[in-house]
């Protein structure tokens, strides 16, 4: 190899490295913010779609089964967390001699994602997603599932029917609310109060 050759051949000097080093500083540092709201939203998005599972798993249980199985959420903090079990027979309450189904522990995956609920039909009405519940709210709240798979509507029991998904820690415009309805017929869909008209995923 020729000597001059071998003087055009050299790596980064430490100057480049450092200049390297302090524009990527700089990008992460600008990208932070944007980078923590969608890991928060993802995490609003992963519990919405644990509570449309378990009310899923409760209805297609309650058919399967030919028997009532319940979905109840029942940390009034606003955590994630559910339970399904089976109706104890001629009761409003999980039968306790049977084991649990399955449950859910909002903990970790779920960040700061909280959850409000109703079991006003209003809220589920066109035009009624706008306004967010508090976290908390509505809770403990359960939906109970007939073995048709519908909705059990008797005296001394009512269904909790809208459950949001959010994280108060994000700015209002950081935020991606979730909303997961149940009908009347057992059916439970998951929107987004935020999307435009015409979008399938709204609400």
């Known amino acids: 190899m020729s000597a001059d050759r071998r003087h055009t051949q050299?790596?980064?000097?430490?100057?480049?490295?450092?200049?390297?080093?302090?524009?990527?500083?700089?990008?992460?540092?600008?990208?932070?913010?944007?980078?923590?709201?969608?890991?928060?939203?993802?995490?609003?998005?992963?519990?919405?779609?644990?509570?449309l599972h378990g009310l899923n798993l409760a209805r297609a249980e309650a058919m399967r089964r030919n028997a009532r199985v319940m979905f109840a959420m029942?940390?009034?903090?606003?955590?994630s967390s559910w339970t399904v079990c089976p109706v104890a027979p001629g009761t409003l309450v999980c039968d306790g001699g049977q084991p649990v189904?399955?449950?859910?522990?909002?903990?970790?995956?779920?960040?700061?994602?909280?959850?409000?609920?109703?079991?006003?039909?209003?809220t589920t009405a066109p035009g009624a997603f706008g306004a967010a519940f508090g976290v908390g709210s509505g809770l403990p709240?359960?939906?109970m599932f007939d073995g048709t798979g519908?909705?059990?509507?008797?005296?001394?029991?009512?269904?909790?029917?809208?459950?949001d998904v959010r994280d108060t820690s994000l700015t209002s415009s950081d935020e991606r609310r979730i909303v997961v309805t149940v009908s009347p017929?057992?059916?439970?869909?998951?929107?987004?109060?935020?999307?435009?008209?015409g979008n399938p995923r709204a609400c």
């Open 10 to 51: 050299r790596g980064f000097s430490l100057v480049e490295m450092a200049i390297t080093m302090l524009v990527l500083a700089i990008l992460m540092r600008l990208g932070a913010p944007s980078f923590a709201a969608w890991i928060a939203n993802q995490r609003i998005r992963t519990s919405g779609e644990a509570i």
């Open 74 to 79: 029942n940390d009034a903090t606003g955590q």
């Open 101 to 122: 189904i399955q449950t859910r522990d909002g903990g970790e995956e779920s960040g700061n994602a909280r959850v409000g609920a109703s079991t006003d039909p209003t």
């Open 141 to 143: 709240a359960a939906a």
């Open 150 to 163: 519908r909705l059990v509507t008797q005296a001394g029991w009512v269904n909790t029917i809208r459950y």
């Open 185 to 197: 017929t057992g059916g439970a869909r998951m929107c987004d109060p935020q999307a435009g008209s």
